[in-house]
């Protein structure tokens, strides 16, 4: 793990990456496949149940009073990776297949991660009680938000439709675990004490939604048509769509006069994409399409994030201000 960190390898990214090869080598098929999708369902719900257990109603109650903050993330997130995505329809068939260019466009669609935004907010001594209401606001608002803006955008440019039972099923699957982990809050804090048992959760639920979505893949064979020459395209296209948005989040913030803990909100908030959250909502939306390229992008995007955002976070804790050096982490700036 040591040599990893030197390296500057994710060691979660080299597990989807071994989760892609078990799927190539050993797919599930019949009777595995069933119960691989009610065991992924099962995952998801213990996950969503965790996530509703960790965030505490008062601390955001108390957070939402800095609606300016959070108007401005959502909208990075909602309206202007959307708008990009739309435009991105002029790389088809040129640059993008038909079904990347969904994943393109769905990952603009997805809500912003929770866990890593609150991490390199904290890095960067940002405002971390901020980055905590903007990203699990995003995740709760996403829940709905997502499959809306699937059916709205994708079934006249991407060619695909999802039907309205796709959006009660992710209610279901999501939103319900969610508010349960509220109400079972005060029963849940042994498990929320230990965090090498949430973290298994949370990566074994990805690993369980790649591998079911692969094994797909695999069995219906739609891997042959993917050359090298589109997915370094797919590469290319995530990495510009990234540096875009961070460009956009960083003008954004100082236009709006936010502080310079607040532009750090918005900027790491606004920019990232949960895989953890997307994942489990395309094997849902796109049931009975190649579920497995179509969430290609959103992996590649994940990894790209990781690594540029971890870098711009160093840059953020470096330039910091004596004064708000000696901040603990999470402060506020004194007004």
């Not at 793990?1 to 390898?9: E, G, N, P, T, V």
């Not at 969904?102 to 009680?129: D, E, K």
């Not at 939103?175 to 949430?198: K, S």
């Not at 949370?202 to 219906?220: H, I, K, M, N, P």
Request: net charge positive.
């Amino acid at each position: 793990m040591q040599l990893l960190a030197k390296l500057r390898i994710d060691s979660f990214m080299l597990g989807i990456l071994a989760t892609v090869a078990l799927a190539a080598l050993l797919p599930a098929r019949g009777d595995a496949a069933e119960v691989l999708d009610w065991a992924t369902k099962i995952a998801i719900a213990v996950l969503f149940l965790l996530y509703g257990a960790r965030l505490e109603p008062r601390e955001a109650l108390a957070g939402l009073r800095h609606w300016r903050l959070h108007s401005g993330v959502l909208a990075a997130t909602f309206v202007i990776f959307p708008l990009l995505g739309l435009a991105l329809r002029v790389l088809v068939p040129s640059v993008l297949t038909p079904d990347l260019y969904t994943g393109v466009l769905f990952l603009c669609l997805v809500p912003s991660t929770v866990q890593s935004s609150i991490a390199f907010t904290s890095m960067a001594r940002g405002n971390v009680a901020g980055a905590v209401v903007s990203a699990s606001l995003s995740n709760l608002i996403g829940v709905f938000a997502t499959p809306l803006l699937v059916m709205a955008c994708m079934k006249t440019t991407a060619g695909v439709h999802v039907s309205p039972s796709a959006v009660l099923a992710i209610v279901v699957q999501l939103l319900l675990p969610f508010l349960a982990g509220q109400l079972l809050r005060p029963r849940l804090g042994w498990v929320l004490g230990h965090p090498a048992a949430t973290k298994t959760v949370d990566r074994g639920s990805v690993y369980l939604v790649v591998y079911a979505a692969f094994s797909a893949g695999v069995t219906a064979g739609i891997w042959h048509d993917l050359s090298a020459r589109v997915l370094v395209s797919t590469v290319l296209v995530c990495a510009a769509l990234l540096a875009t948005v961070l460009a956009l989040t960083t003008l954004g913030g100082r236009l709006l006069g936010f502080s310079r803990t607040d532009r750090i909100v918005l900027t790491f908030c606004g920019s990232k994409k949960s895989l953890a959250t997307g994942l489990p909502m395309a094997s849902v939306l796109f049931a009975g399409h190649p579920v497995g390229l179509i969430v290609l992008p959103l992996m590649i995007f994940h990894q790209i994030q990781l690594f540029t955002c971890a870098a711009l976070a160093q840059r953020y804790a470096r330039r910091a201000d004596p004064v708000e050096a000696e901040l603990p982490s999470g402060a506020v700036e004194p007004v």
